[in-house]
């Protein structure tokens, strides 16, 4: 869009967030981590930008620790449900043209990850005695987080969300999708719809994966860590989902061998492996639902909800929701296939043995 001197072109400043997750574990311990690290007890998160009662709070802080790389200071998150969450910041201060590039280029460059993970590999392992079953390989997520300070005109107000909007939309939408292209009117009022405010001089857009935030450095810090869970909640259910159809995959595979006689006996143990994951993955992701919660802070719900919603949490969650059906359903099958085999070994038995006492019956008249 063309420039208006409501938002001035230079004075954008704030920092590009690089968010790296790691599912390393089924658990983590954070008291016995806490132990490893000396660190301090947990206290209330997030810290809410507005006065919420003391229950608001998330079920599980994680644990955090500093982390310094190459490219600038980080952090370190541990959550108790086995994701290692990596925090980078970049600051920044420029131009809109400025801050496009560094969205574009930072969104599409893997030096940042390599040196992210050669960081955090001496941390896991010092970690090692708190992490329950550890995994050999791990999947892991990426998020672009642009934090841009609230800017003021010339009058020194400060630009509205709506007023910067509607006049650097089309520079939000580029940050937000890492691209320097201009997009068609359609395709910025889609990304730019996932948008919320608090006030009227707050704002924040996310995208699958990357978002932008337009607040103070105060006020963003509860948003990042929204964003930040709600990317832990999608590595998650990602996990879930692949353990899922690896498990169906083994059970198909199972039946596809038959179901004789001998092979319904064999199909009691692995019903009964079926079932074990079944439930472990029906407990963890009640877990993983019930890490956060926001009980009155209904902007902070609302918040939350939308940007699941966006990266697509909700979609990978009914794909678990309906793996773990589909596993209850084989369950029931395989069980009830070997309850006919048992049955009919049963009824054999009886029949041997009324023979038996037959044979015993006639040759004692005889």
Known sequence: MPYNQGVPAATISGALSVLYLYDVCDEIRLDKLRSLLGAPPPGREPPFRHHVPEYVQFAQPPVMEPLKTGFGDGRVAYYDYGVVS???????????????????????????????????R?????AAPALVNPYSERLTEEYFIFQMRQIADGDGRVVSAAQLL??????????????????????????????????????????????LIYDTPEGAVTTIQLLEYANTQLLEFRHYDTLLTHLLMTAYRSLERGTGFLARWRMAHEAEHLNTIRLDVRELTERVDNSIKFLSDMFAARLYRMAAQRIGVPDYRRLVEQKLESAGD???FMMDQYHQSRGFILELMVVVILIIELVFLFRGKG
């Open 86 to 120: 990596v925090l980078v910041e970049l600051p920044f201060e420029g131009g809109w043209e400025e801050a496009i590039n560094l969205a574009a280029r930072w969104m599409n460059a893997p030096d940042l990850e390599q040196q992210v993970a050669e960081a955090l």
């Open 122 to 126: 001496p941390l896991v392992e010092r």
């Open 330 to 332: 084989l369950y029931g």
């Open 166 to 211: 509607k006049e650097r939309g089309d520079s939000v939408a580029q940050i937000v999708r890492g691209e320097r292209a201009t997009f068609s009117d359609t395709e910025r009022s889609e990304i730019l719809a996932s948008r919320m405010s608090y006030y009227d001089s707050d704002l924040v857009v996310a995208g699958w994966t990357a978002a």
